[in-house]
Structure formats: C-alpha cells, structure tokens
C-alpha cells in the first residue's frame, strides 16, 4: 500500500508556471506508473499526463501537449507536475495517481490505478 500526498497547487495567473509534486511512501514510485489527474467542478475526472515506472515513457493529454512534463525523482520518491503556459481551463483539482498494471490505453482511466492522493487545487485566474 504507497500512500500519495500532492503539493504545490496555488491560485496563479494565466500564462504562469506550477509545479505539483506527488510525495510517496510506504511504496517507490519506480514501482508504479504514475498518473496526475484533474477534476474541475461538475466535471469528472480527467486524465492529464503518465509516466512508466522506470520514468522512460511519458503520456499527455492533447489539451496538456506541450505544456505540461511529467518527472519522476527516484531518490526523492516523488513525481512532479511541471505545468507551463497556464489557462483558466486548467483550474481543477490535481491527483496523483499509481498503478501496477500493464500500461495500455486504460492509463488515461481513473480505474486503472489503484492509489490515489488526496487532491491539490489549482486555480489559473485570466
């Protein structure tokens, strides 16, 4: 069982920089394949980027393509977020996410992973 705490969520401007990290324990994020999801008010939850476990394979949502990097830091157990050229229509609630099973097209699922943090509000004001 990896617990997952995400961080760094604030309120920034439109066009700004934010990094999110995703801090893991009681399980090593080269472990798993990590996941960030977001979740904006009556919306349901939308993938936005992964990473497989040894870090050598990244995935990206088309509305994050060329925005957004996805990190992991094996010696600091955690998973970064880095999101650049910020829109108001990134303004959600940012999960962290891990799995173990084989990556296919079901990683942009929620249900594919089976941990979960608890959440980081990001708020991009225009």
């Known amino acids: 069982q990896v617990q997952l705490v995400e961080s760094g969520g604030t309120l920034v401007q439109a066009g700004d920089s934010l990094r999110l990290s995703c801090a893991a324990s009681?399980?090593?994020?080269?472990?798993?394949?990590m996941g960030w999801f977001r979740q904006a008010p009556g919306k349901e939850r939308e993938f936005v980027a992964a990473?497989?476990?040894?870090?050598?394979?990244?995935y990206f949502a088309d509305s994050v393509e060329g925005r957004f990097t996805i990190s992991k830091d094996n010696a600091k157990n955690t998973v970064y977020l880095q999101m650049n050229g910020l829109k108001s229509e990134d303004t959600a609630v940012y999960y962290c996410?891990?799995?173990?099973?084989?990556?296919?097209?079901?990683?942009?699922?929620?249900?594919?992973?089976?941990?979960w943090g608890q959440g980081t509000q990001v708020t991009v004001s225009s």
């Open positions: 990473i497989s476990k040894s870090g050598g394979t990244t």
């Open positions: 996410a891990a799995g173990w099973g084989p990556i296919t097209r079901e990683i942009m699922t929620p249900g594919w992973y089976s941990y």
């Open positions: 009681g399980g090593t994020v080269s472990s798993y394949v």
